[in-house]
């Protein structure tokens, strides 16, 4: 199975990256650089990521939004595309990643 690639293209994500400190942003290449080394399934059962599902009105199966944990202040919100993991924004306050 193919281990995961990363899209950090996302201008709300690329927004948020810019914003965060020094050692944030260590934390966060340090956490992308453990999940693309890493498969899907792999992935799924890390306790560490606690990848969770964010329920949103209509989404199709297709749309959905994910959030996991980068560190023990941030939490980072994605949409799974096949193999790739697509960055979308970064949040302080775990409540705020899922409105």
């Known amino acids: 199975m193919s ?4 899209d950090m293209n996302d201008s709300g994500f690329q927004k948020d990256f810019f914003a965060l400190d020094k050692r944030e942003r260590a934390s ?4 992308l650089n453990k999940i693309r080394q890493l498969t899907w399934p792999q992935f799924y059962e890390d306790n560490g990521l606690k990848w969770e ?3 949103l009105k209509n989404a199709k199966e297709s749309e959905k ?3 996991f ?5 941030y939490r980072a919100v994605a949409l799974r595309q096949g193999n790739s993991l697509q960055l979308m924004s ?3 306050d775990h409540d705020s990643a899922y409105n």
Not at 3 to 6: A, C, L, P, W
Not at 28 to 31: C, G, P, S, W
Not at 69 to 73: C, D, E, G, P, V
């Open 3 to 6: 281990k995961i690639s990363i």
């Open 28 to 31: 966060l290449i340090k956490t």
């Open 53 to 55: 599902a964010i329920s």
């Open 65 to 67: 939004i994910y959030s």
């Open 69 to 73: 944990r980068f560190s023990q202040k």
């Open 90 to 92: 970064l949040h302080t």
